[in-house]
């Protein structure tokens, strides 16, 4: 089983940066498609970044230049990188993981549909 945990959230001002990390601790995975997805109240859950087994990223308008997702497989772990941090990025932030290959470089990002094991969430509050 894939059980995602994750961590680093937390409250910053505008400009700030924080470090979510996201760490399978089941056993034996081997986990293809990762991804970071965040839902504040009365929105939709919207993916922020993804990264595919061959290392393939995407990232929405809306955060590219100011997040990175990395992986660091030996870890089992999952990065997201926020840097210049606005309010409109406070939010609650999932990390979701697949088994399958999720084609990111032919098919474009997948929907949250596409994971199947999801972490509890934490908080990122952005102050302006």
């Known amino acids: 089983q894939v059980h995602p945990v994750e961590s680093g959230g937390g409250s910053v001002q505008a400009g700030g940066s924080l470090r979510l990390s996201c760490e399978d601790s089941?056993?034996?995975?081997?986990?293809?498609?990762l991804a970071w997805f965040r839902q504040s109240p009365g929105k939709e859950r919207e993916g922020v970044a993804f990264?595919?087994?061959?290392?393939?990223?995407s990232y929405p308008d809306s955060v590219k230049g100011r997040f990175a997702i990395s992986r660091d497989n030996a870890k089992n772990t999952l990065y997201l990188q926020m840097n210049d941090l606005k309010p409109e990025d406070t939010a609650m932030y999932y990390c979701?993981?697949?088994?399958?290959?999720?084609?990111?470089?032919?098919?474009?990002?997948?929907?949250?549909?596409?994971?199947?094991?999801w972490g509890q969430g934490t908080q990122v509050t952005v102050s302006s």
């Open positions: 089941g056993s034996g995975n081997v986990i293809s498609c």
């Open positions: 979701a993981a697949s088994l399958q290959f999720c084609g990111i470089q032919t098919l474009g990002p997948p929907g949250a549909g596409t994971f199947d094991y």
């Open positions: 990264i595919d087994s061959d290392e393939t990223t």
